[in-house]
């Protein structure tokens, strides 16, 4: 009997390799399909942190990464050894940890969030009086020490991709559109940039915006996110006028280099079974890191 395979893509990935998948989304939903799968073979064209995390959820599988250098900057600007002493000056506070994280900083966590449900799961901790710290993104963690009033001590790496998006470019352009204008933008992005937000969530979040958005047709949509999405929002709406945000003057190429190593070739190769296979976790490495994950999934289902 041939392998079952199942195929997940991240909306970042390129509009010909999300044709590919059984299932496109973001980080929270691939992981409850990846945990909840009948599969032998889980393709992940994503990146390391979302497959890592699919074999943590659902270990029988052998979960593929098309492309070994699909990283992601949050995890390798996170020394290791570094966010252990940093977690154990703080032995009264809990460690909530963005899940753009690797498995063993996940194991150094209590709760696991995404940029789904970080809002809901803090607000949470907070309400039982806890004291909390956030790592890795630090651009994250500021919005909503910004937004809520909290004073998380937080860690210091950023998305190399959102971290590119900036005040001065966005003035630029919604100084050149005649009619309305709108941002929205993904918490990764920083702080200026949130703070002129019409709206700020998940990949998913930003989606279902633009799908419900009623105003104006002749508006101008700015997209403070990875270009990967816009052609799911171009689908979904091809009435509106959506851009991505520039980095500077006349640019729409803010581009995250590890989603686009997934190749049709790529993930062709891994769905024969060849590629990155993610069989180099202990079960006491995965143990460790599926608890704060778990702790998350039972928040938000
Ligand atoms: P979400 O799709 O969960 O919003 O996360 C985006 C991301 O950073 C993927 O790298
Ligand atoms: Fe990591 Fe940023 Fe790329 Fe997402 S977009 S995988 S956070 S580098």
Redesign the pocket.
């Known amino acids: 009997m041939s392998p079952r395979v199942v195929t997940l893509a991240h909306y970042?990935t390129a509009p010909e390799i999300q044709r590919m998948a059984d299932k496109v989304g973001d980080s929270l939903e691939l992981s409850l399909y990846a945990r909840d799968a009948q599969a032998d073979i889980i393709v992940f064209a994503g990146?390391r942190f979302m497959a890592e995390t699919a074999k943590i959820l659902n270990p029988q599988a052998q979960v593929i990464l098309p492309d070994a250098g699909s990283t992601?900057?949050?995890v390798t600007q996170t020394d290791i050894a570094a966010l252990r002493a940093w977690r154990e000056s703080y032995p009264d506070h809990v460690h909530v940890s963005y899940i753009?994280s690797s498995a063993e900083h996940k194991a150094l966590s209590d709760w696991i969030v995404t940029s789904r449900n970080v809002d809901d799961i803090i607000a949470h901790l907070y309400a039982e009086g806890k004291k909390v710290i956030f790592s890795p993104d630090r651009n994250m963690g500021a919005y909503l020490n910004f937004q809520y009033g909290y004073d998380m001590p937080l860690w210091s790496a950023v998305?190399?991709?959102?971290d590119k998006f900036n005040e001065d470019a966005l003035n630029e352009a919604f100084a050149g559109v005649s009619g309305q204008a709108f941002l929205i933008a993904h918490p990764?992005s920083p702080l200026p940039v949130l703070q002129r937000a019409d709206y700020v969530g998940s990949t998913s979040g930003m989606l279902n915006w633009v799908k419900s958005y009623q105003g104006e047709l002749s508006a101008t949509i700015f997209v403070a996110t990875?270009d990967g999405i816009l052609y799911n929002m171009h689908e979904a709406r091809p009435d509106l006028n959506l851009v991505q945000a520039p980095i500077y003057a006349g640019c729409q190429c803010n581009s995250?280099p590890?989603?686009k190593l997934n190749t049709v070739a790529a993930v062709q190769a891994a769905q024969a079974g060849q590629g990155e296979r993610i069989d180099y976790l202990t079960p006491e490495q995965m143990d460790a890191a599926r608890l704060p994950i778990e702790r998350m999934l039972a928040f938000s289902q």
């Open positions: 970042y990146v992601c900057s949050l753009n998305c190399e991709v959102h990764e990875e995250c590890y989603m």
